[in-house]
């Protein structure tokens, strides 16, 4: 069969070329600038999400009808004298229609099945580490989603590498690595930060690890090619600074001193042999039999580590990600080189540990990879001391030991915007938001210190999955783990990010989310600043109004303590905390904030309320005629229930039965240790069992508005929703 050859409707023939061509200069401008993002917000939070009851749904569909339109203009404008091949005649074919009917009725299908998924922009949702998706978010990974391309390689996303690299650099600035002032290239050797979206946090750390691997045993690999290849001769004579302020001949250097170097010298080794005339392809070849990413871990042992034979190691607290044991596995070095370190009863990292376990290692000469500092942590949103930890780790490179810090901030990163300056804006009201505490502001200020950071565009950006990102404070730092020469000279344009990293396809679209809800709402006091201090604020209020739950029939222990805990007050200094408390969940937000504004005390009781951010881990513990219930084994089944009438592991027919969602997890004292369980058995009146772990509820608070309803707070109805859950658990468990 033949088919009439069609031309497309051509409405808006010329000035689509011109405008294209105008566009692409202005951004060629732009980018010629360090960063692409520059500038302050505008508008309020409610302009920026679908809304618990798709509010502003006209919206949205007019920006997705808009992005449609656009993508056709852009089909039909490459060589819109080609032919067509489904045509009106064709479309009328009763095949053609068949094929419509069944694409239609199976998306119906998907559409019914869709509606027994997890609501997470309901303001009962108080589980994941999400809530609504921004709509520029959404608006962006819709648009770019139809363009298709993949970030793998600059031919495939001209257009979304570039947004990738500018939403690295905004990335980069919002968690405080210095990139360079406008319009500068950077000076030769000045160290400059580099950022790249990954598919999330898992993959990011992923890639911290790698990297801290590789240039762990750079200079030792390089010692010993510059010793056997003639190639490299000239570089006999290279000199690298160490840690007493003297230099010395890398080729003269013990072992463990070249594993102990500044990684900023070692990520720079390329660019120095440069000046010795040894360009990075000559380098990349001549490495080939001496770098850990081509012998692997155990011939490099074998050849160049006789002298240091112990296998290394890497440290994050107790409280760190499962992906940092993934990532041993994958880089083999095995799980067991992670060497979990304990946290202090606020779930923070226990330096006094790290400095016992780093006088081992270093009276062991067993190499350290890094230490990770978990900037938020998954269960408790705990922040830990990363600026004690780079003053320790000063502290031990004078003794000789270096290694690399990596904050694992994918929940926490976002949170570092409520420190970052307001732009002159117009405020339309006071809205309610609580600051971060004085020493969490300080974890925060030293985050720029650390050498990596992973931050979760798709947890504290609000922006769909997958949005995962890697920061390196030193670009050079990610030429370690490009299996390819690296790039000497980094430009802001440069034209591919696909070759670092874990992945290979990867989607442009997730760039183009991440770049529209950047340039929408921004990393500052105006944008997420404000979404994440609302968020806060009510955390707070739930915090208060958790500790202060009264019931006949269980009572709550909150795992983050109250001023008066913490001093170990006795029980009327206890009560008269809790009355005060329980003055600010009467209050609305109005005469709460008048409150605060008015009386210091209050404002520092309400300060110190809460986790480090703005999720609560609490549990449960039910009443007997004898007073509270002693025995574990029992609690556990209690708020096991309670989790599982108050989440949907199973798509639900009673979807709508569901009153509150909360997530749940377990203090395993394997992991958390007996001291650190005992005292949260202690703190909830059971008897703690030495092979039991603790389970316990999580509420995490990312709808910045769940205290402003129009019927006011909605975290009254939340409280009654999990009395009623609770109360049902024991009925069920005839407790
Ligand atoms: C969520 C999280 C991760 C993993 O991120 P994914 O995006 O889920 O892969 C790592 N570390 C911390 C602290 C996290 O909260």
């Known amino acids: 069969m033949t088919l009439p050859i069609q031309q497309p409707a051509a409405e808006t023939p010329l000035p689509l070329a011109g405008r294209r061509a105008h566009a692409r200069a202005a951004w060629d401008q732009e980018l010629r600038a360090p960063l692409g993002l520059e500038g302050a917000g505008a508008g309020i939070p409610e302009a920026w999400f679908l809304g618990p009851q798709a509010e502003n749904l006209e919206l949205l569909r007019e920006l997705i009808g808009t992005a449609m339109d656009s993508h056709a203009e852009f089909r039909r404008a490459f060589h819109p004298e080609d032919p067509t091949h489904i045509t009106p005649a064709l479309r009328r074919s009763p095949e053609f229609q068949k094929g419509v009917d069944r694409l239609r009725t199976e998306t119906a299908t998907l559409l019914e099945k869709l509606q027994m998924s997890a609501p997470f922009a309901s303001m009962r949702y108080q589980g994941h580490m999400l809530w609504d998706q921004a709509m520029p978010a959404t608006v962006g990974l819709f648009a770019g989603l139809l363009y298709n391309q993949n970030n793998v390689a600059a031919e495939a996303s001209p257009v979304t590498t570039r947004l990738e690299i500018e939403a690295g650099n905004d990335l980069c600035r919002m968690l405080g690595y210095a990139v360079p002032p406008d319009g500068q290239r950077p000076a030769p050797g000045q160290v400059v930060p580099w950022g790249h979206i990954t598919s999330g946090g898992t993959v990011a750390n992923i890639e911290a690890l790698w990297a801290a691997r590789n240039l762990k045993f750079a200079a030792v690999g390089l010692r010993a090619a510059i010793r056997a290849v003639p190639a490299l001769a000239a570089a006999r004579t290279l000199e690298v600074p160490l840690w007493g302020g003297d230099r010395g001949r890398l080729l003269e250097l013990d072992t463990w001193t070249l594993l102990n170097l500044d990684i900023d010298v070692v990520a720079g080794l390329p660019a120095a042999l440069a000046a010795f005339g040894i360009t990075p392809d000559a380098l990349t070849e001549a490495m080939v039999p001496y770098a850990v990413q081509n012998t692997g871990l155990m011939g490099f042992y074998r050849n160049f580590m006789t002298d240091v034979p112990e296998a290394p190691v890497f440290l994050a607290p107790a409280t760190g990600h499962y992906s940092w044991p993934k990532a041993a596995t994958l880089l083999g070095l095995g799980q067991n080189s992670l060497l979990v370190q304990r946290v202090d009863h606020d779930a923070r990292l226990d330096l006094e540990q790290v400095e016992t376990t ?344 990312m709808d910045p508005w769940t205290t402003e309803t129009n019927s006011g707070d909605f975290l009254a109805v939340l409280e009654q929703a999990l009395r009623r859950a609770a109360h049902q658990a024991l009925d069920e468990l005839g407790l």
């Open 358 to 701: 780093l006088d081992i290692l270093l009276r062991r000469r067993i190499p350290v990879l890094a230490v990770v500092a978990v900037i938020g942590s998954t269960e408790e949103s705990a922040v830990d001391p990363l600026a004690g930890l780079l003053a320790l780790r000063e502290r031990f490179r004078a003794r000789g030991i270096n290694f690399a810090v990596h904050a694992d901030a994918a929940w926490g990163g976002y949170f570092r915007t409520m420190l970052r300056d307001e732009h002159e804006r117009d405020c339309r009201k006071q809205i309610p938001a609580a600051a971060m505490s004085p020493y969490v502001q300080a974890q925060y200020a030293a985050l720029g210190q650390a050498d990596s950071i992973t931050v979760d565009p798709h947890k504290g950006g609000y922006i769909p999955y997958p949005a995962g990102a890697l920061c390196y404070r030193n670009a050079a730092i990610r030429d370690a783990i490009s299996l390819r020469a690296p790039v000497v000279f980094h430009s802001q344009a440069e034209p591919t990010v696909g070759v670092y990293g874990v992945e290979g396809s990867k989607p442009g679209a997730a760039a183009a989310a991440v770049w529209l809800a950047h340039r929408v709402i921004r990393p500052d006091r105006s944008g997420y600043g404000r979404i994440l201090g609302q968020c806060m604020w009510t955390s707070k209020r739930m915090f208060a109004r958790l500790c202060t739950l009264d019931d006949p029939r269980f009572a709550v222990t909150l795992f983050n303590r109250t001023p008066a805990e913490r001093a170990h007050g006795r029980a009327e200094e206890l009560a008269a905390e809790r009355a005060l408390i329980r003055r600010f969940v009467d209050l609305d937000n109005t005469a709460l904030s008048g409150l605060l504004e008015e009386d210091a005390a209050a404002r520092d009781l309400f300060g110190q309320l809460g986790s480090d951010q703005v999720i609560l881990a609490f549990a449960l513990n039910f009443r007997t005629a004898e007073g509270l219930n002693t025995d574990l084994a029992q609690v556990n089944l209690f708020n096991e229930r309670v989790f599982s009438l108050c989440s949907m592991i199973e798509p639900r027919a009673d979807f709508g039965g569901i009153d509150l969602m909360l997530t749940s997890s377990r203090f395993d004292p394997a992991v958390y240790g007996h001291r650190f369980v005992n005292a949260f058995c202690a703190r909830m009146g059971v008897r703690p069992a030495s092979d039991l772990g603790v389970d316990f509820l999580i509420s995490t608070t």
